[in-house]
């Protein structure tokens, strides 16, 4: 019977750290694009030729990844909401300019431009080179410090993480927002390095509430947590709302499910994901107050269209106690608004009229050609100037996109037979009456 040979053990070697080892074509693009950088820091492009072939590669042996995205510890977060925020991420930083002119974006910047600061402070670089490197790496790490690019690269990426964070949030669900992580400067050979970004969630907050006898629940408006500043729930003072008033009782803000209903369904041309964006913009952060044709305060829901901020609805709400509860959206064209009012009194259109045609919707503006109803263009474009609402931004409906030629024809004939109508001069009365039911209709 023979014997099996044993195998021989083999001693025990240490493992040695793994540099980054690239080819030709990728080292070629990173120290084209370091001449630009440098450049636009507004160093002569040929410092970077200071340093030798071997140096040049010791630059970029750390390989910089784009940061990424993960849950906190302890936070529920979607995993589609982590893949969203990562994409939106990486595409912001690949078509947005540090510096246009030279053709840098922010992915440059962090990969190319961190890699450079990175090594121009480690002193197991800097150490062993010669006298003239050391004193141009030195230098140049001071030029990156004062132009503080370090400092703005993680401000565009927190501002755009923030943004999308918003985006995703809900007031019925929860309120998303980022950690603060810690950004240590590579150091050594590594052979990479990410930056890891935790996002954070905080349950809705709720609150219960009675109006006209009826038992209804609230949800607090708030912005998530970003960086050292906490999850912070939306606040306006009430001298805001009621200018007399001496004293800043600062009120908190809450909306009602049926006005992110409303919302939903009135403003439907906007993104879906984008709701909460605008919710935070009116309530949060503009807080527009429009006094009412019938005297009531009202808070503007506004949107950027073309760098400007335009008024697309209006939130009606009451005041409990220390809070501020948003009841509905009404449409801009109700009569119950500034804008409704004007076209009310032009064309004695009743809310149910408006319901009937569309118009509560901003979808309308889209359907309808009203270039060819002369009697509403003339009020809507030539009078109240709304032909914006077509340019709304994270509109999935296109400014150039066919009208409906069945609801124009619909809507035209509308108008024509109201024009052939009679209307009596002694109805002021009950157009008044009208008025004020119709508020009581739209408001629930």
């Known amino acids: 019977m023979t014997k099996k040979k044993k195998k021989k053990v083999q001693p025990a070697t240490q493992r ?28 002569d492009d040929s410092t970077f030729d200071i340093f030798t072939k071997r140096q040049k590669q010791d630059i970029f042996r750390i390989v910089i990844l784009p940061p990424r995205i993960v849950a906190a510890q302890g936070h ?6 982590i893949r969203h925020i990562q994409e939106r991420l990486i595409i912001d930083m690949r078509r947005m300019y540090f510096d246009e002119e030279l053709g840098i974006t922010w992915m440059d910047m962090a990969t190319v431009g961190l890699s450079l600061l990175s090594m121009f402070t480690a002193k197991d670089f800097t150490d062993n080179l010669p006298s003239l490197q050391q004193e141009t790496a030195k230098r140049l790490r001071k030029v990156f410090e004062t132009k503080d690019v370090f400092f703005k690269l993680q401000e565009f990426i927190i501002q755009k993480i923030k943004l999308t964070s918003i985006v995703l949030s809900q007031p019925n669900f929860r309120i998303y927002g980022q950690q603060v992580s810690d950004i240590p400067l590579p150091t050594g050979p590594t052979s990479c390095f990410q930056q890891v970004v935790p996002i954070t969630a905080h349950e809705c907050q709720t609150l219960r509430f009675k109006y006209r006898n009826i038992e209804r629940t609230a ?15 939306a606040t306006i003072e009430i001298s805001k709302i009621l200018p007399n008033v001496e004293h800043d009782r600062i009120l908190n803000i809450y909306i009602q499910s049926h006005a992110i209903h409303r919302f939903k369904e009135r403003i439907d041309t906007l993104f879906p994901i984008l709701r909460n964006e605008f919710f935070v913009l009116s309530l949060m952060l503009i807080q527009r107050i429009v006094r009412a044709p019938n005297g009531m305060q009202l808070i503007a829901c506004v949107m950027p269209i073309k760098g400007e901020i335009k008024t697309i609805g209006y939130f009606a709400f009451t005041i409990e106690g220390e809070n501020l509860l948003v009841l509905t959206l009404l449409p801009l064209l109700s009569n119950a608004v500034p804008e409704g009012r004007i076209l ?6 009743s809310n149910e ?75 002021d009365d009950n157009d008044n009456e009208q008025y004020t039911e119709n508020i ?5």
């Open 353 to 427: 009229d408006l319901k009937y045609l569309g118009m509560d919707k901003l979808s309308f503006f889209y359907e309808v050609d009203i270039e060819q109803i002369p009697a509403l263009k003339r009020v809507l474009y030539d009078e109240l100037h709304l032909e914006y609402i077509r340019s709304i931004e994270n509109s999935f409906r296109e400014k150039d996109e066919p009208f409906n030629e069945k609801k124009t024809l619909f809507v035209k004939n509308f108008f024509q037979k109201l024009e052939e109508q009679t209307f009596n001069n002694d109805n």
């Open 440 to 444: 009581n209709i739209l408001e629930y």
């Open 219 to 233: 949800y607090r408006i708030a912005m998530g947590q970003c960086q050292s500043q906490p999850c912070t729930g």
């Open 344 to 349: 009310y009194d032009r064309l004695h259109l």
């Open 76 to 81: 529920k977060v979607p995993k589609q909401y």
């Open 16 to 43: 040695k750290v793994v540099t980054g080892k690239h080819s030709t074509t990728y080292l070629n693009a990173c120290y084209a694009m370091a001449r630009r950088i440098l450049q636009s820091l507004g160093e």
